[in-house]
């Protein structure tokens, strides 16, 4: 019988053809599609992403867990489709209009598919009127919101003020990051929470969903 733990552990060195390979094991040994997403998917990345919280690994081994973890998640989707399994919640995210950057950006993204999330992209230069299209197309439970740029920081609260507009301000919290961005700064902007990094923000946004 396959210790789920192998997949973990497998996952955290980044091989996805493995990984794959030791989830269609699983399967066919019948062992239940959401075991292997909590213990073996989820428990490997965010194993990853407290060693990278903790700088005992870098952006490229996140990198290489989260295209191991998506190798994994191919084969498991339809199966957890069949059973039932939903997401725990679902997260709109973008870099903010006039900002390009999307590292970060896409580390938050694999964190919280790690952490079984659903997250719709956006990209980069996202205006407050695609965000708020979003926020009424997919109803998520979180908009999160990314800045590199000091100068254009001030995005963020043309996105709050514009969900304030369209009435959708009371039905999504608001996550914002980046390597300006202070809990301060989220406080005076009215956003719900600011997170200092990619396995912050997928612990954060886990408390907005449970």
């Known amino acids: 019988m396959l210790d789920l733990n192998e997949i973990s552990e497998t996952l955290q060195r980044g091989n996805a053809g493995k990984v794959e390979e030791l989830v269609k094991q699983a399967l066919k040994e019948e062992v239940v ?3 292997i997403l909590e213990n073996g998917l989820i428990k490997g990345m965010n194993t990853i992403g407290v060693k ?7 952006v490229p081994e996140v990198l290489i867990a989260a295209r191991a973890m998506h190798a994994g998640m191919d084969v498991l ?3 957890l489709a069949e059973t039932g399994v939903k997401n725990i919640g679902k997260v709109v995210i973008g870099t903010v209009k ?5 590292i970060g950006k896409n580390l938050v993204k694999m964190m919280l ?4 999330f659903e997250v719709i992209d956006l990209g980069v230069d996202v205006s407050a009127e695609k965000f708020v299209s979003a926020v009424k197309e997919y109803h998520p439970d979180i908009l999160g919101m990314s ?6 920081m001030i995005n963020m609260t043309e996105v709050i003020q514009s969900l304030q507009s369209a009435e959708l301000r009371e039905r999504v919290k608001v996550m914002i ?6 809990q301060n700064y989220a406080e005076q902007i009215g956003a719900d929470g600011y997170s200092p990094d990619a ?9 907005f969903v449970i």
């Open 77 to 79: 989707k339809p199966k």
């Open 177 to 182: 990051g980046g390597a300006p961005i202070t």
């Open 52 to 58: 990278f919280k903790n700088n005992e690994v870098y």
């Open 113 to 116: 598919e790690g952490a079984g």
């Open 199 to 207: 396995a912050s923000a997928a612990e954060d946004a886990k408390k």
């Open 33 to 35: 599609p959401k075991d």
């Open 98 to 102: 006039g900002d390009l950057h999307d």
């Open 147 to 152: 800045a590199l740029l000091t100068t254009t």
